[in-house]
């Protein structure tokens, strides 16, 4: 088995980690999501490959939604690493959500290695048409104001 070794890729490897020294943004690169509204919801898709769907934690603390998820990759006992490019760990991301969301009907699935969030717009946000109203009483004064036809205005 022939590996080979890119200099430039391991140089852009070190420079990440030593720049993320929190891992921050390591975990965001490694949660890579896609977001866009249809209709009335937001859909957010949230790549999370070989993770047990049952380490998927989701969590709404006022309007922040945490996505957290742990990816273990198991060698047997004893195995010599020859490379280990594929990233394990537990990793967490934040999203601020705005005001006008329905945060208590929010719906999650996870198919294929896809975290798939639905996250509805709140009714009060929704656009609506708005009645304008007359009330009869206005429209009498209305009608009274208008001056009445009389005879020598009409010939």
Do not use: C, H
Request: charged share 25%; hydrophobic share 40%; aromatic share 6%.
């Amino acid at each position: 088995m022939a590996l080979t070794f890119d200099p430039f890729r391991e140089m852009d490897r070190l420079t990440a980690r030593l720049l993320t020294g929190d891992g921050s943004a390591r975990a965001a690169s490694w949660m890579p999501m896609d977001l866009y509204r249809i209709q009335d919801r937001y859909i957010v898709n949230v790549d999370l490959p070989g993770v047990d769907p049952g380490s998927i934690d989701l969590d709404v603390d006022g309007n922040t939604l945490t996505i957290a998820a742990e990816r273990t990759i198991g060698a047997a006992d004893g195995a010599r690493w020859l490379a280990q490019e594929r990233p394990a760990g537990r990793y967490t991301r934040q999203l601020s959500l705005g005001p006008d969301l329905d945060l208590d009907a929010i719906q999650a699935s996870y198919d294929n290695g896809v975290l798939s969030l639905a996250i509805p717009v709140a009714d009060r946000a929704k656009p609506r048409k708005i009645t304008v109203e007359q009330p009869s009483s206005q429209r009498e004064i209305a009608q009274d104001a208008v001056p009445a036809a009389t005879a020598d205005e009409t010939s």
